[in-house]
């Protein structure tokens, strides 16, 4: 394992810390079913991307109640 030579000062650790941020994903609406999905990714509810299906999205199967 690793360890450092030398001891980070606290300004270079800060500044390290200062760089790193919480980020809220960025969320766009589908073009197809305009449900909420990721940008730059498959409809997870159509499986539509660009205005045609690229992936058949398995349907959930309701449980039946004997
Ligand atoms: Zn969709």
Partial sequence: ???????????????????QK??????????NCKSPKLPHRVCSVCGYYKGRQVIQVKKKEKKEKK
């Fill in 1 to 19: 394992m690793a360890l450092p030579k030398r001891r980070h000062s606290s300004s270079r650790q800060a500044k390290r810390r200062g760089a």
């Fill in 22 to 31: 919480i980020h809220v994903p960025s969320i766009s609406v589908c073009s």
